[in-house]
């Protein structure tokens, strides 16, 4: 399907929205998951719920396998016991015990009720480990050789077990679950049918349930391996991670520490978050960069900085916070575009709206940081210069946030790759021009209240 049919499609979900919520919710279970799942997520909060309930749990299960993590919460905490008992039985064993770690424990026991005892039984092992280490991430769906085995056998019993998956390999284990070896997908394919296991197997790389999952991801991605086993303290093979599960990995901790670089949130799909949710994640490094900026301007201040500049030499003791703040701003900005276009959560019809809520991000940042330097510039020096200051302070932030936004849309619109473009030049456009705004506005505002 092309990139039109996927737009016309999603209009025409779009309208039945508002006439059958029963056809809307065929709509989305016709198209690929992925896309589902990004429809779902531009829909109202309400409306969301009420369709995602009229999907059959196997469709439900495929579009969270594509959701982001806050979608996926807020699916999930509206279904009752019965329904994500039917949600877990689709899900593969990781996933499921992903989305128990999203509801309480009432809820969590209740819904491990509605399914059956093996997976019940699954789900709380996996349960018992913390999130973030092999045991959290790996899954149980693996086929386990016996020394002696033949690899007609094995092949077998792989076909036979639909939740296996082939790429994934073979692990020997001897009589006490203790792996032994590893055999290849391609080696089983390839190999005699009469071969014994252990002509063929290699030496397997193991992991404790404890280690941390980044750690077990780079080891996956280094030896290039198609899987790694997950064995408990009594060295038992109890799970299995996969190259596909490392690489997800791999790309969410690389997002998260981007994010954090830049003191953005860490979730995806930030384009999606409420704005003041926004800034309530950005205010820390912004808050931080008020504080150094009054604590240079108090330092400048203390060795007669801008005192031979006449009377409104003051306003420039307070250049570096303004630097600072919309350089800070800006790139913050233009790093949720530039992620944005690269993951493809802005398309161009979302153009206009991202960047206007990034303007508004932009907005209520400038006026918390405004109000915060105009009480204490208005302290350390004078109530008239510190209104000017935290005035010029918000209209220079405001700008910086604009563009940030604008400056990556601008690199796309002329084919040119925001991420090598946008970067250094709004450092130095933010810089330049918020710094003539700040002090033309906090001239300005002086000479007005003389």
């Known amino acids: 399907m092309s990139d039109r049919d996927v737009q016309q499609e999603r209009q025409a979900f779009r309208d039945l929205l508002g ?3 029963d056809d809307a919710a065929r709509a989305l279970a016709s198209v690929h998951p992925a896309d589902a799942a990004e429809w779902l997520h531009d829909v109202p909060t309400e409306l969301r ?13 495929e579009l969270l396998q594509y959701a982001e993590d806050g979608l996926t919460s807020q699916l999930v905490l509206r279904l009752d016991a019965s329904a994500l008992g039917a949600l877990l ?25 509605q399914v059956n005892e093996a997976t019940a039984h699954e789900l709380r092992d996996l349960l018992a480990y913390e999130p973030d280490s092999a045991g959290g991430v790996m899954g149980t769906g693996f086929v386990a050789a016996e020394v002696g085995q033949r690899i007609g056998d094995v092949v077998k019993e792989l076909r036979q077990d639909e939740e296996v998956e082939p790429e994934l390999g073979v692990y020997v284990v001897d009589k006490n679950s203790r792996p032994v070896g590893y055999i290849p997908e391609r080696d089983l394919l390839t190999t005699k049918i009469h071969t014994p296991v252990e002509e063929v197997m290699v030496e397997p790389f193991l992991v404790r349930v404890d280690a941390d999952q980044e750690e077990v991801a780079q080891l996956l991605t280094k030896y ?9 303290d009594a060295g038992r093979l109890v799970g299995v991670i996969s190259a596909e599960n490392a690489a997800e990995i791999i790309e969410e901790e690389v997002e998260e520490d981007f994010s954090r670089l830049v003191g953005a949130g860490t979730e995806r799909q930030q384009t999606r978050l409420p704005i003041l949710v926004r800034v309530r994640q950005r205010m820390p490094l912004m808050a931080l960069t008020v504080v150094a900026g009054l604590g240079s301007a108090k330092l400048l201040g203390a060795l007669g900085a801008g005192d031979d500049a006449g009377g409104n030499g003051a306003i420039l003791r ?5 630097i600072g703040l919309a350089g800070n701003v800006g790139i913050q900005s233009s790093t949720i575009l530039v992620r944005g276009f690269a993951t493809g959560e802005v398309e161009r019809e979302r153009e206009p709206k991202v960047v206007a809520a990034e303007w508004c991000v932009g907005v209520l940042i400038g006026l918390i940081c405004g109000v915060a330097t105009w009480l204490v510039a208005g302290s350390l020096e004078s109530s008239g210069l510190g209104v000017a200051v935290g005035v010029a302070v918000t209209v220079a932030v405001a700008w910086a946030a604009l563009l940030g936004a604008t400056i990556p849309l601008g690199c796309r619109r002329l084919g040119i790759d925001p991420a090598i473009v946008a970067g250094p030049f709004l450092i130095a456009l933010s810089d330049l021009s918020g710094a003539a705004i700040y002090i033309v506005v906090a001239n300005q505002v002086l000479k007005g209240g003389a």
Do not use: K, T
């Open 19 to 21: 006439s059958s919520l």
């Open 49 to 61: 719920h009420l369709v995602f309930g009229r999907l059959a749990p196997a469709a439900q299960a």
């Open 89 to 113: 039985e689709e899900l593969p064993s990781d996933d499921a015990a992903d989305l128990l770690d999203e509801v309480d424990e009432v809820m969590a026991a209740d819904a491990l009720a």
């Open 224 to 232: 290039g391996l198609e899987s790694i086993g997950v064995v408990d």
């Open 318 to 322: 307070y250049l570096p916070l303004i």
